[in-house]
């Protein structure tokens, strides 16, 4: 799968994916309102409105970029009515040619992980069938279980073709309270880090791992001494634009053939309208705002590879 | 909440909950082919039964428990139709007067922890109405992501009296991977245990916080450690059981006065009449085996109490 992905960047010349996140108020008024008219203020008439948010943003963007990726739990505090939409995005997109990273960051034991690894990436037998639940390309997956909560996602991987991105290190203001922690003389992520080599490497899709590492933006130092140590891992990178970090700081998260990371942007690509510098497209346009976000994240970007 | 499930404990003297992790092969035959001959082999079938498994359960043992814990990966394998149970499973075991402690292990950076706890410990504001998605009692949170990750959960604990269980030291094989690692002379999770001590200290429902923590009844040593460490936060204790931990692992879990963990058994309870220490109710009364394994288990915790 991580074969695909890279087919995707190389074809849109766009190391990106776009984070499908919708907030109820990042949604323009007039999508609010056609939903509510038709479906009340109810949990449907918010899942409406997001579908609706979420389909206009695809349409105008799909042919630029390589991958997308919804945040379940944007979705899933509309409960059911949100999870069917989080599910019909996915399809929409993959139907769009686009790879989708669910982001879940699921994690548990064992037993409990397999069932997460079906839930988002693999099948489910009942009786005689099979079915797929979410079935997203990648989902991202919490480390802090160890081997046995990651195993059962990355055989799901190896039989269903798909991948993972396992949290390294993460790129939120305290990402470094447990993360940066010294073991041994290097910081827990970096040992997170060599554990995600070591899940990976019968797991190989070319050169790079199926089971890549979410490493955020924000941190660039770390951020190049994470490429140093796992050069043959896919980093999923969050935290550009509204998070703060810049096309310099991602600089150090590819490796010099340009490849090695997908970069995120959820708020700075999907709520653009409301940036004075798209100001100008007004709310009735935004997917026109975040189509032009787009394209000025892959210049952005490619300007520094 | 913790006041609340302390009550109930008191009152049926049953320091447990019951692990609501349906898997289709716990279920018996009869359950099954009734679903499937309602609904077809198909993810509503398998729901289906699941529910029915579920419901037959709980009938059977509500009145001597004060807690369930269903992990939700378990009904997130069966997709929308899965998730549906499970919402349906939370309800009907808050009318029993049970507390639902929502076993998700949820966590992300603070806007997405902000709406995994929305979906569910709190409230979505839709328009001009308020709604609840799955709106559990309790809910497992991965600490992994530091404060800004748990803190919008501890904040709908405050404002909803609600509570959650953030990992510390979990009750599988490989937990000790990262979280046994030494960091300024002690193991992390201790490090995560200071952090949950802090993240209750003003979220205090009587002695207790309602900022919990899950501590694997694997690891009697490390418990005890932890007992003394934060003698005020509540446990719940995965590991019982099936998973090898004993009544006598589980004292160091406790307090003198008998409260400060509730411990979870699943597969032992549920899918009791598979043991052969069960085996004479036969899968046609599979729940009647349930509660037998129910009682044997309070017996036997309470021994060493």
Known sequence: MIQKLIQKIQETKAPICVGLDPMLNYIPEQILTRSYKELGETLEGAADAVWNFNKEIIDHTWDLIPA???????????GIEGLKIYEKTVRYCQEKGLVVIGDAKRGDIGSTSAAYAVAHLGKV??????????DTDFVTVNPYLGTDGVKPFVDVCKKEDKGIFVLVKTSNPSSGE?????????PLYEHVADKVVEWGSDCKDGRYSNVGAVVGATYPEMSAALRRQMPDTYFLVPGYGA????????????NEDGLGAVVNSSRGIIAAYRQEKYARFGAEHFAEASRQAVIDMVTDINSVL
């Open 68 to 78: 997308v990726k919804p945040q379940i739990a944007m979705y899933e505090q509309f």
């Open 125 to 134: 037998q009942v009786g005689g069938n099979v079915f797929r639940a979410f």
């Open 178 to 186: 447990f993360q940066d922690r010294q073991i041994d003389g290097k």
């Open 243 to 254: 998070q703060g970090g810049t096309a310099k700081d991602l600089k150090a998260c590819f």
